[in-house]
C-alpha cells in the first residue's frame, strides 16, 4: 500500500491525515499548535505538535511510522526554521512544507484556481490563478496585522469594555460577558490577566464566540467590530483578486478558520466579496488538512482524472475519521 500524509499546523492545532492512494482517509490525529520555533521552548512545542498528531494517527491504524510516497506541511507563519526539524520527523519520499494558507485554498477548491480568506486565531487571504501566480495579503501578526482573525476580535471588545468603564465609550453587553467568561474583576484587570502566561493569543482568541453572541442579541458594539472583521476579510480578498486577476474575470473566493462559524460575520463577508463582478462566495469543498493531502497527491504526479476520484474519496470518508 502506498501511504500519504497531509498535516495542517495552525495557531490552535495542529492536525495530521493519513490517506491511501485512492484518497480515503484512514487516520486522523490532532495535537496542539505549533506556529512557532523560536528559542528552545518553540522548537519543543512544535516538535511536541507534529510528532503527536502523526502518532495519534498512527495509534488508530496501529502501525509503526511507515515512510510516505509523499506528504505535505502545511504552518501557520510558513516553513521558515521548520523545514529541517519536520524532515527529521517523518520519511517521506517527496515532502512539501508550506504555509497554511496554500492548503486552505488547496482543499477549499479541489485545487482549482480561486482565493480564500483564512480567519483563526489570525488572518491572511491567499490566491491562485489559472496559470498558477500566487498571491497574499495580511498575514503580519498580531503586532501589526491579523484584522478580522478571532484574537483581533476580541482585543477589540476588550477595547470597547475599557472605553465603558474610564467613561468615553458606549455601554456594551461585552464587558460583562468578559468578567463572567474569566473571573475577572473588572475589565482592567482583565486586561492584565491577558498579558500573562495563563492566557496565550490561542485561548484568547479562543472567547471571539462571546462577540458573536453579544452581537446576535443585538449589541451594537459587537455588531460594529463583526462588520468591521468582515470589512477586512473581504478587502484582503479583493487585494489579492487585484494581483491575479482582471477585473471582472469570475472567481471562486471561499473561507477558511473558526471566525467564519459566525454567521452575521459569514453573510457579511460574502455581501461584500460579491458587490465585485465575477465574484462568487463558496463553501469550501474540503478542509486544510485534506488540502495538504491534496498537494502531497499532485506532488506524487496525480492528474486531473484522478484528483476528480480522490477529492470524492476525501468526501466521502471526512465525516467518518476517528480523531
Not at 227 to 243: D, E, I, K, S
Amino acid at each position: 500500500m502506498k501511504w500519504f500524509l497531509g498535516v495542517d499546523g495552525g495557531q490552535s492545532g495542529t492536525t495530521a491525515l493519513i490517506a491511501d492512494e485512492s484518497g480515503c482517509v484512514l487516520a486522523e490525529g490532532r495535537a496542539g499548535p505549533c506556529n512557532h520555533v523560536d528559542g528552545a521552548e518553540g522548537r519543543e512545542r512544535f516538535i511536541t505538535a507534529v510528532r503527536g498528531s502523526l502518532e495519534g494517527a498512527l495509534r488508530t491504524l496501529g502501525t509503526p511510522a511507515p515512510r510516505f510516497s509523499a506528504a505535505c506541511f502545511g504552518f501557520s507563519g510558513g516553513p521558515a526554521g521548520k523545514d529541517a526539524l519536520t524532515r527529521e520527523l517523518v520519511q517521506a519520499e517527496t515532502c512539501c512544507i508550506t504555509h497554511d494558507a496554500e492548503i486552505a485554498l488547496m482543499g477549499a477548491t479541489a485545487g482549482e484556481p480561486g482565493v480564500i480568506a483564512i480567519a483563526g486565531t489570525g488572518s491572511i487571504a491567499f490566491g491562485r490563478n489559472a496559470a498558477g501566480k500566487t498571491a497574499r495579503a495580511g498575514g503580519w501578526g498580531y503586532l501589526f496585522g491579523d484584522e478580522g482573525g478571532a484574537f483581533d476580535l476580541v482585543r477589540q471588545a476588550l477595547r470597547a469594555s475599557l472605553r465603558q468603564e474610564e467613561g468615553w465609550g458606549p455601554k456594551t453587553a461585552l464587558r460583562e460577558a468578559l468578567l463572567a467568561a474569566t473571573g475577572a474583576r473588572d475589565a482592567n484587570a482583565l486586561l492584565h490577566l491577558f498579558y500573562t502566561a495563563a492566557y496565550p493569543r490561542a485561548r484568547a482568541a479562543a472567547f471571539a464566540n462571546l462577540v458573536d453572541g453579544a452581537a446576535r442579541s443585538g449589541d451594537a458594539v459587537a455588531r460594529d467590530i463583526i462588520n468591521g472583521a468582515a470589512q477586512c476579510l473581504a478587502t484582503l480578498v479583493a487585494v489579492v483578486r487585484r494581483q491575479l486577476l482582471p477585473a471582472g474575470e469570475a472567481v471562486r473566493v471561499s473561507y477558511a478558520g473558526g471566525v467564519f462559524g459566525s454567521n452575521l460575520l459569514l453573510e457579511r463577508y460574502r455581501m461584500l466579496v460579491e458587490l465585485e463582478e465575477g465574484a462568487t462566495v463558496a463553501a469550501p469543498l474540503h478542509g486544510p488538512a485534506e488540502g495538504a493531502l491534496l498537494e502531497a497527491y499532485r506532488l506524487a504526479g496525480m492528474n486531473p482524472k484522478e484528483r476528480e476520484a480522490i477529492c470524492s474519496n476525501l468526501s466521502r470518508t471526512s465525516s467518518t475519521r476517528i480523531a
